[in-house]
């Protein structure tokens, strides 16, 4: 009998080192997942300014991304029309926030606007001018460059009106095969492009 106890207890002890040695050879598979933002073009250290509006109110959106782009997963293109969606490189909030977050924060800066609203707005805010923008493509390999492709809008205050507008297509090398380099690069290209529209915003202030 006491054997047997001696027995069952030894199984029940090799049975519970097995455990913990599958779980601490398991902890040391388990990949970290790492978030991502957009930066702005004032983290990215592209100051400057196209010129001094702050009377200016700027409404900013809708701003629209692809379907392909509402995850939670960094996309990257392969060849041809091929993505992959990386389980460990994420965006830390909704893209399509962050964008336009990043759109208005880049457009106050260039234009020495304070007074900005984000779609949808409250009812009182009555924007001067209201930024809309539809995102085609945001997207890059790692051994290659970022792409943003983009159509977007200046409109009146109730968008009905528009005003100025143009399709913009950049792209921009990455500077190593990380997903940090290729937020980065894809964090220039907006900036590009809100200084594009920044540009159109000035020209209408003439």
Same mark, same amino acid.
């Given at each position: 009998m006491m054997r047997n106890v001696i027995c069952q207890g030894?199984?029940?002890?090799?049975?519970?080192? *097995? *455990?913990l040695l599958l779980s601490g050879c398991l902890s040391h598979n388990v990949h970290e997942?790492?978030?991502? +933002?957009?930066? #702005?073009?004032?983290?990215?250290?592209?100051?400057g300014t196209v010129a001094s509006l702050p009377e200016v109110k700027l409404?900013?959106?809708?701003?629209? /991304?692809?379907? #392909?782009l509402k995850r939670s997963q960094i996309v990257t293109r392969q060849q041809g029309n091929q993505?992959?969606?990386?389980?460990?490189?994420?965006? +830390?909030?909704?893209?399509?926030?962050?964008?336009t977050y990043v759109l208005g924060d880049n457009l106050g800066q260039l234009l020495g606007v304070s007074n900005?609203?984000?779609?949808?707005?409250?009812?009182?805010?009555?924007?001067?001018?209201?930024?809309?923008v539809d995102v085609v493509r945001l997207?890059? #390999?790692?051994?290659?460059? !970022?792409?943003? +492709? !983009?159509?977007? *809008? /200046?409109?009146?205050?109730?968008?009905?009106?528009?005003?100025?507008g143009g399709k913009s297509d950049y792209r921009q090398p990455l500077a190593d095969q990380s997903f940090a380099a290729l937020i980065k690069a894809e964090s220039q290209l907006v900036a590009t492009m809100s200084r594009?529209? !920044?540009?159109?915003?000035?020209?209408?202030?003439k």
């Open positions: 030894g199984r029940w002890g090799v049975m519970f080192a *097995v *455990v997942v790492t978030y991502y +933002s957009l930066l #702005s073009a004032e983290q990215l250290g592209a100051g409404g900013i959106g809708p701003v629209t /991304i692809p379907d #392909s993505y992959e969606f990386d389980e460990f490189n994420r965006w +830390s909030g909704v893209l399509e926030k962050d964008l900005i609203g984000f779609f949808p707005w409250m009812q009182h805010f009555q924007p001067t001018y209201r930024v809309i997207d890059g #390999s790692l051994d290659g460059e !970022a792409v943003l +492709s !983009a159509h977007w *809008v /200046i409109a009146d205050t109730k968008g009905k009106e528009f005003l100025a594009e529209i !920044a540009v159109a915003i000035a020209a209408l202030n």
